[in-house]
């Protein structure tokens, strides 16, 4: 009687086989292995407290849903009032290959725009995240300085700092949950230095890793942490300032952009409304291209404008 090959062993065979004649063995990767993502928290092993990662966001399925379905309203609309009515009879009746095809663009248009703004929005989200904890941060070396001024040690100090904090902001304020876990931490025997930097690298903003990076080397070794602290807060102080009076000075410019912006839409708008026979040029070829170049400039010129009114202060 003849033994069957048993499949696994035929295919260790082949593959030995190929690598004998110099052919690659291409290597399955496993089903459901994806690159992962890095999480918008982390839970301290010691505390057993999340702690928020500021660098990322991750917004939830109804918040998507909601800022896709705007967003595709809204290019919907747009891309209706500048490319609807094509395909017109001679008689300028609308047929039906003009119906499709206003479907069709306003769908596409609208798709493409619920898709870009997703980014876009998430990007504002983190944005103005780490502003607000950039300014707590900032109250919060007010709080420790004024509380080290008075004698106090860095313990008490930081303790004194979320009493202090806890009569400007609400429970749900970024600074109070990061003091939260400081002190947990502290009362379970961990160094506070640790703390500070692992809130510096989870927070992505210059300003707080560098002064956690001074004050883990500068604490163990003796260093006056009164003027470190104060030193600290008088830079930020002076970047907050600095950065306050640019955007006083561009607050104009950025309203007079966003309104370049929405000015084409209305004009089209107001012109197809009240004056069908010159909005039926927009309909011919001519028109179509005239537009969409149109459209190309003033894209390329919003985000032109913005990286020039964008100003980091490092």
């Not at 048993?6 to 690598?19: D, F, H, L, P």
């Not at 941060?137 to 008490?156: E, K």
């Amino acid at each position: 009687m003849f033994r069957k090959k048993n499949k696994g062993t035929k295919t260790r065979e082949s593959e030995i086989e190929k690598k004998a004649k110099g052919k690659k063995v291409k290597k399955r990767k496993p089903k459901g292995h994806e690159e992962e993502k890095e999480p918008q928290y982390y839970t301290s092993a010691v505390t057993n407290i999340p702690t928020l990662n500021y660098k990322v966001y991750y917004m939830s399925k109804k918040e998507s849903v909601a800022y896709f379905v705007l967003a595709f309203i809204v290019g919907a609309v747009v891309g209706y009032l500048f490319y609807g009515g094509l395909a017109k009879d001679e008689f300028g009746q609308e047929t039906l290959l003009t119906w499709i095809l206003n479907v069709t663009i306003s769908v596409a248009v609208g798709g493409v725009a619920g898709k870009l703004f997703l980014p876009v929005r998430t990007g504002q989200i983190i944005h103005k995240r780490r502003q607000q904890l950039s300014n707590q941060f900032r109250d919060m070396l007010d709080a420790l300085t004024t509380s080290l001024g008075a004698g106090n040690n860095v313990t008490d100090s930081f303790r004194a700092a979320k009493e202090d904090l806890q009569m400007q902001y609400e429970e749900d304020a970024f600074i109070l949950k990061e003091l939260d876990v400081i002190l947990k931490g502290m009362y379970n025997g961990v160094p506070i230095e640790e703390m500070l930097y692992d809130f510096g690298m989870r927070s992505g903003i210059d300003d707080i890793k560098s002064f956690a990076e001074v004050f883990k080397v500068s604490y163990r070794k003796g260093g006056n942490m009164k003027d470190i602290i104060r030193n600290t807060h008088a830079i930020l102080n002076d970047k907050m300032e600095i950065r306050e009076d640019i955007e006083t000075v561009v607050t104009s410019n950025k309203t007079e952009q966003n309104m370049m912006i929405v000015m084409p839409i209305v004009l089209i708008a107001v012109i197809k409304g009240m004056s069908p026979e010159f909005a039926a040029n927009f309909a011919t070829v001519t028109g179509v291209i005239s537009t969409t170049i149109a459209i190309g400039c003033f894209v390329a010129a919003y985000y032109i404008g913005k990286m020039i009114l964008d100003i980091d202060i490092a």
